[in-house]
């Protein structure tokens, strides 16, 4: 038999650490990317198309074993168009569900996971009717395309309102009640096509303006805040008939936790997988593609991923950290870009204190060189 191969609809960074644990398997990727300079080029063959052109995605599955995504942007259309050439695992359910908030949290209810309140908006008045039903302070978000905390507005007071709606209000929107949470957590899983459901421990996250920058884990939580996210992920998982890996972003409000969204893919909370567990998010994705065992999840000592927006630090100064991996997703710099990352494993959390500052010094400072004009 011939060796197998995975179609990656998408070719960014996610793409690039699916080859790169696909690699040891004896699994090959090729990608789908509109850029030539897409970073998952130096891991596998890339066919240079958009993600809704036929062609180009008759081109990248043909022969491939099984197809999949890195990127929740890839239209239903376009699963449902390669279901007809060979499998794709997650299915297009997952990309409907996670590509509309209004379907996502729709969705979260039905299963009985708790959300933050949130209303419809169409027009100006559904916007005041939900800001008199939900209250200040708020967030409206649009209903499709935002990511890195894009296409959102914190309303605070009337003025905010305006001027929220002069910018957004040409779209579907939703208004979310503004969650004063204590942390951000993360959960992360991978079902196979039998419906076996492995799960890593939680995350913790830390944003700055809206894009993440550290995670932490295991996070300290206790037994029954982790059975209620494993809980909750189990749930979306087989409601989605989902095979592969997906993340699902939790607000903990100290009494509640509450659902935020969730990504049908490998996700950046998860990273930290690469070295600080037995198995890796993108390993598990792998195989779960490929009708392969899981693997086990259970991590091998305390993690901080830090995130290089921008531009990436000096790879020795970060590599002189101890138990410190580097990742270059080999992207030109860009202000706010996720342009790499770093984890640090240590045997107990004090021990991630001194290298975790120091790691997050060089990486504000190369995002910092890359914004002073
Ligand atoms: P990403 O792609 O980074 O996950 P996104 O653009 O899809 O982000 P969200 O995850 O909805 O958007 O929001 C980004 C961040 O904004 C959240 O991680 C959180 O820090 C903050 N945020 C979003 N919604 C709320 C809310 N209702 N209350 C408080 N903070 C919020
Ligand atoms: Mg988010």
Known sequence: MSDPVVAVLG???LGRMLALAAAPLGVRCRFLDPKADAPARDLGPLVIGALDDADA??????GATVATY????VPASSARLVAGMVPIRPGAKSLEVSQDRKLEKDTF????IPTAQFAIVDDRATLDEAVHAIGLPAVLKTRRGGYDGKGQAVLRDDADVDAAWSRLGDQPLLLEQWIAFERELSVIATRDADGHVVAWPLVENVHENGTLRTSRAPATATGDVTTAAHDSVRKLLDQLDHVGTLALELFDTGDALLANELAPRVHNTGHWTIEGAVTSQFENHIRAVLGLPLGETTPVGHCAMVNFLGGLPDPADVMRLPRSHFHDYRKSPAPGRKVGHATLVADDPDALETPLSELLALAHAASASLETP
């Open 109 to 112: 209810r039905a299963l009985d």
């Open 57 to 62: 995605l008759t081109s990248v599955v043909d």
């Open 11 to 13: 070719g960014g960074q």
């Open 70 to 73: 890195e990127w929740e942007g």
